[in-house]
């Protein structure tokens, strides 16, 4: 029957264009239409990253409660974090319509959002009636017309210093022109610099954990540039990893030629890639959130074999119903009694080499 309900609602849904079906499903959470999906408390799923006590190791990506306005719901949901945003400082509309595409055979979402989003008075706003035990992420970008990006990012450190669990500085959208070219070493050293020292000058009582969102999309001289700079700042952690501009092994050949950055399915396998390969070039202490194409409990499981501690989802929720991520729970419950593991975490980096080996 819950089959049944899943299949009906994401026909529902379909029959309207992805951007209305969005505004959709945050209406229903709103008020309730999506009812909560509690998940058993396992000990073995809980992990303590970067100082954070996570119930359990999935989370929702940034990308999907933009304006922090469901936060709490989505926990409801059996997610063990959540992250709203991405968050500008001024208020910005994004990009022209139609800017989100479904690519159904692929089960692939491509996007060319822009950062559309009510800025940060309104996400602070609501943020200030969470919680504060929530386990609630807040991802900072910059405007598209900023005179001066890594100031907009120092002002969301300030701005969410006393209300976010942790941040996440993303530098890796492909929808705001230049965004990328932080990651270039030079640039992405000041502007760690920057933040994390805002970071510091607003702790307070808290140090609040900052993770660096990267692309898919990397060289290997790239990924050692990031690698260098991660470990040579106080960074908390990175999530790897952003929507990629690749369009290998699409069967919608006509959605493909849609410009954005493509997630979903067929992004498991680069963006695991990737998160292997940093794995490797950070060590085991950096805490990494592992995301890209995360549909089931054994994608789950198998970013957490490549070297992720966390994981994260969205795009696949598309296809798969809000009740994704019970499942994906349970399935990784039922994979520690199966192998008889004291944690979840027994499993992390068992396949590292694996994928680090293969080609980008």
Same mark, same amino acid.
């Given at each position: 029957?819950?089959?049944?309900?899943?299949?009906?609602?994401?026909?529902?849904?379909?029959?309207?264009?992805?951007?209305?079906?969005?505004?959709?499903?945050?209406?229903?959470?709103?008020?309730?239409?999506?009812?909560?999906?509690?998940?058993?408390?396992?000990?073995?799923?809980?992990?303590?990253? !970067?100082?954070?006590?996570?119930?359990?190791?999935?989370?929702?990506?940034?990308?999907?409660?933009?304006?922090?306005?469901?936060?709490?719901?989505?926990?409801?949901?059996?997610?063990?974090?959540?992250?709203?945003?991405?968050?500008?400082?001024?208020?910005?509309?994004?990009?022209?319509?139609?800017?989100?595409?479904?690519?159904?055979?692929?089960?692939?979402?491509?996007?060319?959002?822009?950062?559309?989003?009510?800025?940060?008075?309104?996400?602070?706003?609501?943020?200030?009636?969470?919680?504060?035990?929530?386990?609630?992420?807040?991802?900072?970008?910059?405007?598209?017309?900023?005179?001066?990006?890594?100031?907009?990012?120092?002002?969301?450190?300030?701005?969410?210093?006393?209300?976010?669990?942790?941040?996440?500085?993303?530098?890796?959208?492909?929808?705001?022109?230049?965004?990328?070219?932080?990651?270039?070493?030079?640039?992405?050293?000041?502007?760690?610099?920057?933040?994390?020292?805002?970071?510091?000058?607003?702790?307070?009582?808290?140090?609040?954990?900052?993770?660096?969102?990267?692309?898919?999309?990397?060289?290997?001289?790239?990924?050692?540039?990031?690698?260098?700079?991660?470990?040579?700042?106080?960074?908390?952690?990175?999530?790897?990893?952003?929507?990629?501009?690749?369009?290998?092994?699409?069967?919608?050949?006509?959605?493909?030629?849609?410009?954005?950055?493509?997630?979903?399915?067929?992004?498991?396998?680069?963006?695991?890639?990737?998160?292997?390969?940093?794995?490797?070039?950070?060590?085991?202490?950096?805490?990494?959130?592992?995301?890209?194409?995360?549909?089931?409990?054994?994608?789950? !499981?198998?970013?957490?074999?490549?070297?992720?501690?966390?994981?994260?989802?969205?795009?696949?929720?598309?296809?798969?119903?809000?009740?994704?991520?019970?499942?994906?729970?349970?399935?990784?419950?039922?994979?520690?009694?199966?192998?008889?593991?004291?944690?979840?975490?027994?499993?992390?980096?068992?396949?590292?080499?694996?994928?680090?080996?293969?080609?980008?």
């Amino acid at each position: 029957m819950n089959r049944f309900i899943d299949r009906t609602g994401r026909r529902a849904l379909f029959c309207f264009d992805p951007e209305t079906a969005h505004g959709l499903s945050i209406a229903a959470l709103k008020t309730g239409l999506v009812p909560a999906k509690p998940v058993r408390a396992d000990p073995r799923l809980r992990q303590t990253i !970067a100082g954070l006590s996570f119930p359990n190791p999935l989370g929702l990506a940034a990308g999907y409660d933009k304006n922090a306005e469901v936060p709490e719901a989505i926990l409801k949901l059996g997610f063990g974090f959540t992250e709203v945003g991405t968050l500008t400082p001024r208020p910005q509309a994004g990009n022209d319509k139609p800017r989100i595409f479904r690519l159904k055979e692929d089960e692939a979402v491509i996007n060319r959002l822009g950062f559309n989003n009510e800025g940060h008075d309104a996400a602070f706003a609501r943020l200030s009636d969470c919680r504060r035990d929530a386990l609630i992420g807040v991802n900072i970008g910059a405007n598209k017309d900023s005179a001066d990006r890594i100031g907009d990012y120092v002002l969301g450190i300030r701005r969410f210093a006393a209300l976010a669990r942790y941040f996440t500085v993303n530098i890796s959208s492909p929808n705001t022109p230049g965004l990328r070219d932080l990651q270039a070493r030079e640039s992405l050293a000041t502007l760690l610099k920057a933040v994390l020292s805002a970071r510091d000058e607003a702790a307070g009582e808290r140090r609040v954990p900052v993770f660096l969102k990267i692309a898919p999309d990397l060289t290997e001289e790239g990924l050692d540039d990031i690698a260098a700079e991660a470990l040579a700042h106080p960074l908390d952690g990175l999530i790897v990893s952003n929507t990629t501009l690749s369009r290998d092994g699409l069967t919608d050949a006509a959605q493909a030629k849609e410009t954005g950055g493509l997630s979903g399915k067929p992004l498991f396998r680069r963006s695991t890639i990737v998160l292997a390969k940093m794995r490797q070039r950070v060590g085991p202490a950096l805490p990494i959130i592992g995301v890209g194409g995360v549909n089931s409990g054994e994608t789950a !499981a198998e970013k957490i074999r490549a070297g992720a501690d966390l994981v994260q989802l969205y795009s696949c929720m598309v296809y798969h119903g809000p009740r994704l991520p019970g499942h994906i729970i349970s399935d990784l419950s039922h994979l520690c009694a199966r192998e008889q593991l004291f944690s979840i975490r027994d499993i992390r980096d068992t396949r590292t080499s694996f994928w680090a080996a293969e080609g980008l």
